[in-house]
DNA sequence: CGAACGCTTGAGCAAATTCAAGTGCGGTGG
DNA sequence: CCACCGCACTTGAATTTGCTCAAGCGTTCG
């Protein structure tokens, strides 16, 4: 799969994150459900996500799965509080990611606070999705939230599988698919493929989220 | 268990919030359910809790609210991204809090950031209560929390409300309170009044919680 | 070609919500 | 001092939403 996202050829993109790694040799890759750190790890490093995409997620005993996030190309993950991480993050296909050591992350710069502080508003408000709207709304918001951190345009891509989605949003993955299947019927949005979406009324997509 | 990780009682905690604001004269005092800033403010400051509880929350437009996180005694909140509030914040009942202008807090410190990247995780860990267990597993979650940061005696006091605890677990009144009276009845808990909690069985609620 | 995997769809069910009374407690006023 | 009022909480019954279980479809890969 790994259907390459246009964006990755943005000139822009590219530049910063060589000036910033400009010592960190090629990105290190890793295939689809690779381990990229585990709970319990200690956390001595950032990563950026170059191409594919990551999840972050933890497990409950009985297996059930909670998906905090995951991080599209350009996004930077992997801060910790204690040196210690609370969570899993593995690959969603496959995925390119720059490594920075903690040490060469400059401690605490103020871009790292900045990506920390991000990442915890974007954690609240994903809480509003999970906790207080319903499947129609999660999907809603999931599909918005998606197209718009790839460029906003109308036709964007969904690097995880429809598991990956129902474990983010605290939905099984039988809710999602009927969802999408009711929303395609409403012709609120198309299925270019299975992993494609265009949106034909975000509108519509909005006024669900309120 | 998810949300009562054992460092929150690290002795650091305390004693980096009252060496860093030594110079700040008394508390500011709010009433239950005063605003101590709203969605849209300008973020300048960090607060610490000396007394009382705060509530964090967002609203959707047709009133319903997910709370994102109560703040204790000893506790900081108040950090954002961007320079601008994305939620909104109240009194739980009479409650004081030592104010920092953001300048005075030394900008991105250290101390800072650990809180900031504490904050982080509850809300995520949260995310899993919220999004992945039933409602029977996240009031017990949210008792153990609550047990743990008010110093693991068996008997401890809740600041808010059956609506507020509702709110924060993404659940009715109505729920919260049948799932109460059946932890009563089975002696897991008892109810020495309606805000003050005696677990009776800690064991079956970490159970529950796996 | 067959197996495996990811996705879709249907039917029945269970958990939590909604709607609707009731209870108990703290505070106010007669 | 006691009665009453308001509010927070509790409890019950009916309903609904999303889940579970089960079967079927389509694509990919060996």
Do not use: W
């Not at 200690?42 to 991080?71: K, P, T």
């Not at 790839?150 to 964007?156: A, N, T």
């Not at 995880?160 to 474990?167: K, N, P, Q």
């Not at 509108?203 to 309120?210: P, S, T």
Request: proline share 4%; charged share 25%; net charge neutral.
């Amino acid at each position: 799969m790994t259907t390459a996202p246009i964006f990755l050829i943005s000139p822009d993109r590219g530049s910063v994150a060589e000036r910033s790694i400009a010592t960190t040799p090629a990105p290190m890759l890793f295939t689809n459900g690779e381990e990229i750190y585990a709970q319990g790890d200690r956390a001595d490093r950032l990563y950026r996500v170059e191409f594919g995409a990551v999840r972050v997620y933890r497990l409950l005993a009985d297996g059930r799965r909670q998906i905090s996030a995951f991080h599209l190309p350009g996004e930077v993950f992997g801060f910790q509080a204690d040196g210690v991480h609370h969570f899993f993050a593995d690959a969603v296909g496959a995925t390119g990611l720059r490594v920075m050591p903690r040490a060469s992350a400059g401690g605490v710069t103020p871009e790292v606070m900045e990506f920390a502080l991000r990442c915890l508003v974007r954690t609240q408000e994903h809480l509003l999705v999970v906790g207080r709207q319903n499947a129609v709304e999660r999907i809603a918001a999931f599909l918005l939230d998606m197209a718009e951190r790839q460029g906003g345009l109308e036709q964007f891509d969904l690097p995880m599988s429809r598991t990956d989605i129902g474990d983010y949003l605290g939905l099984t993955i039988e809710t999602v698919s009927r969802v999408f299947s009711k929303l395609r019927a409403q012709g609120v949005i198309r299925l270019v493929s299975l992993r494609t979406v265009e949106m034909k009324k975000p509108g519509v997509l909005r006024a669900l989220c309120e």
